[in-house]
């Protein structure tokens, strides 16, 4: 519950509502949303990574191991879309506070072990999910300008909903 909860005050910080992004600031550029959806999928690597030297469970192993395959290979075709349509990702407060909290996650997933492990390990990546799905829908899709990166930002939320409801899966079976 404390890690949805935390996962949540990051999402609201992060991406705020669509209707405070599109009034309170400026839309991203195409070079800030390249940036932090590569930050977002990096790190979710990061954090399987961990995941595969404490998980217990194999279907927390499995997903952790999934999780590495799938986003680096999203991350590999994003560095060849923004070679293609000559976007230079940018960092920005966003990908910054996103990386800040996911360090944060980490220190706090490192302190369990077992089956406390693999529940707020799942845990947060049913929160991750939902997070990033909801800003891929609510911000970073419609404020893409380059129409492949839009398709592109589309296909992976297609994929990273999978993900979701993998992890939700997953997390109704661990006690």
Known sequence: MLNRLSVAIA????????????????????AQIAHIAYTAGALDVDVAKNALTKAKTKAVRDFAQQMIRDHEAVNKQALQ???KIKVTPADNPTSQALTSQITQEKV?????DGAAFDKEYMNHEVAFHKTVNDALTSTLIPSAQNPELKSFLQTGLALFKGHQLHAEQIAATLK
């Open 11 to 30: 999402a609201t910080c992060l991406f705020g509502t669509a209707a405070i992004a599109q009034t309170a600031s400026p839309a991203p550029t195409d």
């Open 81 to 83: 879309l923004v070679a």
């Open 108 to 112: 706090r997933l490192a302190a369990l």
